[in-house]
């Protein structure tokens, strides 16, 4: 395995395929090294060397299926690109396992916790849990260190064979610098290789590693390895600290103690057998499918407005309806790693289990998972070891077949490009993603906070409507807007981020009442005191809590001047990937553009199907992970 992070020539048994991730990792070069959140077709042609022709069919063809959004000439990641490195995280399982003790960790030690592994001649973060700070110490999930310069680099290495060490000398000499690594800075001149050797001796002797100041001035660190079932080291446990607050010896002597207490029951969690979807009579491979077509027909629905059923080819109905310009072989290639992972499962298509209670659809989950090699021990990031030193789990062709909907040979040949370029592993008959899918825009994305997912969102629906959009939340007995965009009308409604109005008087205010549970909303109404602010205000307060229950059984809610004269908005909730309220999304219009009954059939529609995008987004950003930094709802 070539430890280099310099993505390998684009040729090979699927050229769609191929050209479709190099536009995708140049995408995500973009974004990471220069912060860049939309680019140019012509940046993508010098950065992949390929063709602006096919360029722009790869562009084409991942707007259809929701990984970029277009703005004009301006070309973005969108969340559900996401999709891609939530399977290998639900095929890895350290999310659902670790989470938790790396949360209790961080409240416990008050510094942030992550868990790495390793990729090659790096480190990618998959856990992070931090402690928000002025100054804020973390890496995002996804991100991609040098092993030399991090303390789980040198735990890795501990194991590495000699055509490892050989590959990792390679590629220090081709990039001295590390300027290949976004998440890192670059080094000021080329460090010797001698230093990094005899941490690694020390690590594999102390069975622990640390970073002084490693990655930057500043920056401390402490890691232990995990092992799974047969004493490999699979992953680690990262405690990250500021030389403000410990120095590396302080900080070792404050961590070692609790993480060597939480050792055994993370190797425990990680060997654990996950439940089975036998008790429930439905194979994990159906599950996988599902989940994998649910996924595959949001897509399509997003190109054309069609479904699809369980086992047709969506990307082939897609092309029928598309024409030339979709790369049907690219589209399904993606199926095929999303379907490594049961990532619908994971995250981007939380419907697959509509219709079975909340615990048979966590069981259909993990047993999805389970499919993908989430069962027994790990190894690379992998959980799955067999009996007898194998690794176990994976899918099998036949299984990705079943779940994609592709035909053997097709989705044989997506596999083994996804093998020849490092994005899965083989393993008998057994398929598994391996941490580099996280390379395909996880890290920039991750860092996006609910306002940002849903902008995007609300910019579409006022080019929609042509009317204002705004998100706000409950906050005491006010509404607080976190979000909004204005149209552009000689008169419009002018209202800023951070704006408060009673909530007993508008209709966000309304729709987040209604999302209360009984006992909170009745308590809530109980305080009120509500004021005419026009004649047309409802201050009744019996009548208050039947308008709030009529939009909760309803599902939106209209206010027409109650506010302000001439004043209407329509509201809708936003959910959470657990059904709470979380926030609310309106559209105001002046009252005089129209009767109270037009404008809710001109606007709800719109309403609803942006609130459903936001929705499906929130699912895929949140599936192994917090929300990034910025406004955080439903806490």
Request: contains cysteine.
């Amino acid at each position: 395995m070539s430890f280099s992070p310099v993505p390998p020539p684009v040729n090979g048994p699927v050229g769609p395929l191929e050209r479709g991730l190099a536009v995708l990792r140049e995408l995500t070069r973009l974004a990471a090294h220069e912060g860049r959140t939309t680019v140019r077709p012509g940046d993508l042609v010098r950065g992949t060397g390929l063709a602006r022709s096919v360029v722009d069919r790869v562009v084409g063809t991942l707007e259809q299926l929701g990984y970029v959004t277009l703005d004009g000439r301006d070309i973005g990641p969108a969340v559900r690109l996401m999709e891609l490195g939530n399977a290998y995280l639900a095929a890895s399982g350290l999310p659902a396992a670790l989470g938790p003790f790396a949360e209790r960790l961080a409240d416990g030690l008050d510094e942030s916790v992550s868990v790495a592994v390793p990729d090659g001649g790096g480190v990618r973060f998959v856990v992070q849990v931090t402690r928000r700070r002025t100054m804020s110490l973390a890496f995002r999930i996804g991100d991609l260190l040098p092993a030399e310069r991090c303390s789980p680099g040198a735990l890795f290495a501990a194991e590495w064979s000699g055509a490892d060490w050989a590959a990792w000398r390679a590629r220090r000499a081709e990039d001295p610098l590390d300027t290949s690594f976004p998440a890192v800075p670059a080094r000021h001149r080329p460090a010797s290789g001698e230093d990094f050797e005899a941490r690694v001796k020390e690590a594999a002797r102390d069975g622990w590693a640390i970073d002084d100041q490693l990655i930057e001035p500043g920056l401390v660190a402490v890691s232990v390895p995990v092992r799974d079932a047969s004493g490999r080291i699979v992953c680690a446990v990262n405690v990250v600290s500021h030389t403000s607050r410990h120095d590396v010896d302080s900080l070792r002597a404050a961590v070692l103690g609790p993480l060597g207490a939480e050792l055994p029951a993370m190797e425990a969690a990680l060997t654990a057998r996950r439940p089975r979807l036998a008790a429930l009579g439905v194979s994990a491979a159906s599950a996988a499918s599902a989940a994998s077509a649910a996924s595959a027909a949001s897509a399509v629905s997003v190109a054309g407005d069609s479904g699809t059923a369980v086992g047709e080819d969506p990307a082939r109905m897609a092309k029928r309806e598309l024409g030339a310009g979709y790369l049907q072989s690219l589209a399904r290639g993606l199926a095929v790693l999303r379907a490594l992972g049961g990532a619908a499962l994971g995250g981007a298509a939380p419907g697959a289990a509509q219709g079975v209670g909340q615990g048979e659809a966590r069981a259909v989950e993990d047993a999805a998972r389970g499919a993908s090699g989430a069962t027994g021990g790990m190894t690379y990031g992998l959980v799955g070891a067999a009996p007898g030193g194998g690794r176990g789990g994976g899918m099998t062709l036949s299984a990705v077949a079943e779940a994609t909907g592709l035909a053997r040979a097709t989705a044989r040949r997506s596999l083994l490009t996804l093998v020849e370029l490092g994005y899965a592993e083989a393993d008998g008959r057994a398929f598994r993603p391996l941490p580099r899918v996280l390379e395909l825009g996880y890290a920039p994305l991750a860092e996006l906070g609910f306002t940002d997912i849903a902008q995007p969102h609300m910019r579409e629906l006022v080019r929609t409507v042509h009317e204002s959009a705004s998100l706000a939340v409950l906050d005491g007995g006010d509404i607080r807007y976190i979000a909004r965009v204005p149209t552009v009308r000689i008169m419009s409604v002018n209202i800023t981020i951070g704006t408060r109005f009673p909530a007993y008087a508008t209709s966000m205010g309304r729709v987040l009442l209604a999302g209360l549970d009984a006992d909170a909303r009745a308590a809530h109404l109980a305080g009120v005191r509500p004021e005419p602010l026009t004649r047309h205000t409802v201050t009744d307060v019996a009548e208050l809590a039947r308008v709030v229950e009529r939009a909760g059984a309803e599902g939106y809610a209209l206010v027409d001047q109650e506010l302000e004269e001439g004043l209407r908005s329509l509201a809708v909730p936003v959910r959470d990937v657990r059904g709470r309220v979380v926030a609310a999304l309106n559209v105001a219009t002046h009252a005089g553009r129209g009767t109270a009954e037009s404008a809710r059939g001109e606007l709800l529609p719109a309403l609803r199907a942006t609130a459903a995008r936001i929705e499906a987004d929130l699912a895929t950003a949140s599936a192994h992970h917090a929300l990034g930094a910025g406004e955080r709802v439903g806490a």
